[in-house]
């Protein structure tokens, strides 16, 4: 693990290939520590809780809205991104996604995007491809065709490169087809 000392900015040739990159989604209040946070307030929550399991957070992306998908009627999102490193291994880093999703009051009922009070996906973990050992996809199968996943990667690492596509991420921002409606908010 790299020292919490060295300027993010030098790393950015690293992290453009070799980033893991975790999403942070929510679209209802979480019950830690109150309900009453805002959107910028409960994020920085949650990184904080990331922090303390030994995530060393190497970047932050902007936060963004977007109408929920697929129901549009479901309350609007804000995700961001969130680049780390970390000396777990990736089962055990998916392990802790998990748990600090349980702690924020997320209960996974079997519905397929359903409306949560946290969601930490695993974009990428390094170069990194997995096809559904441990249950684990890398990259993530769909965020390459999301916005609201893209754009907040392009706030932090606009020239990474998706393992798979080998493409970057400005140019798969530029051909998503899921949550267009995506923008950064002025005020997080």
Known sequence: MQSKNKDVRSKTADVNTDAIIVAY?????????????????AFATVVKALRDRGLFVTNISRLWRS???????????VN???????????????????ETEREAGRIRDGRANAPRVLDLDLI???????????????????????AFVMGP????????????????????????????????????
């Not at 991104?81 to 998990?98: F, W």
């Not at 973990?125 to 050992?133: E, S």
């Open 124 to 146: 990428a973990y390094g170069r990194q491809v997995m096809d559904g050992g441990d249950g684990i996809l890398l990259p993530h199968p769909r965020a390459a065709e999301r």
């Open 153 to 188: 990667i392009c706030d932090i690492l606009p020239q990474w490169l998706h393992p798979v596509l080998n493409e970057t991420a400005e140019n798969l921002y530029k051909k998503c087809v899921v949550g267009t409606d995506a923008y950064p908010l002025k005020d997080a």
């Open 80 to 98: 961001a991104v969130i680049a780390v490193e970390t000396d777990m291994q990736l089962v055990e880093l998916m392990k802790s996604l998990h």
């Open 67 to 77: 109408r929920a998908w697929p129901d549009p009627n479901d309350p609007p999102y």
């Open 25 to 41: 989604g929510s679209n209802l209040p979480a019950p830690f520590p109150s309900e009453h946070l805002s959107a910028s307030q």
